[in-house]
């Protein structure tokens, strides 16, 4: 297993929510570390993401901009998403991905093909 994410749960509109995801194995040497999430019949779409090998930088989607932030803790090799202000539309199924060992990106990619290593994914509902 290369990615376990945890944390999620049933919130109240405008509650808050932190995802845990551990990674391990191979993705430990991923240059990046993103979030997803799938929304019942929809597409899986960006959340955000973080530079796991170098640096703290992260990139957030636009939806999550403000109210979502990434960080990592390479002591424990853990990805944390930390989610405030949660909104009924943010129910979803998210998941952690890694992109391939290996692979070095001059601008963190947000395309779900970048990323070769996947979690299995937490349940995330907010009610209204």
């Known amino acids: 297993v290369q990615l376990q994410a945890s944390g999620g749960g049933l919130v109240q509109s405008g509650g808050s929510l932190r995802l845990s995801c551990e990674v391990s194995?191979?993705?430990?040497?991923?240059?990046?570390i993103g979030w997803f999430r799938q929304a019942p019949g929809k597409d899986r779409v960006f959340v955000g993401n973080?530079?796991?090998?170098?640096?703290?930088?992260?990139t957030n989607g636009d939806s999550v901009e403000g109210r979502f932030t990434i960080t990592k803790d390479r002591v424990n090799n853990m990805v944390y998403l930390q989610m405030n202000n949660l909104k009924p539309e943010d129910t979803a199924v998210y998941y952690c991905?890694?992109?391939?060992?290996?692979?070095?990106?001059?601008?963190?990619?947000?395309?779900?093909?970048?990323?070769?290593?996947w979690g299995q994914g937490t349940l995330v509902t907010v009610s209204s």
């Open positions: 194995g191979r993705a430990l040497k991923s240059h990046i």
């Open positions: 973080i530079n796991w090998l170098y640096g703290g930088d992260t």
């Open positions: 991905a890694a992109t391939r060992e290996g692979d070095y990106y001059a601008i963190i990619p947000s395309y779900l093909s970048a990323y070769n290593y």
